[in-house]
């Protein structure tokens, strides 16, 4: 079984680029993880499609370990947004 996801637009105003690439990477890492696991890939055997996801407020740290953190803190409530 195959996931795909696609993310129109990615909007990160107020990064600097290494932080920008921080979080891009922990988004892509930590997605890659979410949506592989079995439990999850079982929940999502029928196609649906999600056009928005709320999902709520996360914290900001300063410089690119913060932008990453957020990056995976994205990802995983992406994941818990994303079940049906």
């Given at each position: 079984m195959s996931v795909c996801i696609t993310i129109d637009q990615l909007v990160l105003k107020g990064f600097e680029p290494t932080e920008r690439?921080?979080?891009v990477e922990g988004l892509q890492s930590e997605l890659s993880r979410v949506l592989s696991e079995r439990a999850a890939r079982h929940e999502w055997a029928?196609?649906?499609r999600t056009p928005v996801l709320r999902l709520?407020?996360?914290?900001?740290e300063p410089g690119t370990a913060g932008?990453?953190?957020l990056g995976r803190s994205?990802?995983?409530?992406?994941?818990?947004?994303?079940?049906?």
């Open positions: 690439n921080a979080l029928r196609a649906h709520g407020r996360m914290p900001l932008a990453r953190n994205i990802a995983r409530a992406t994941g818990r947004g994303l079940k049906p």
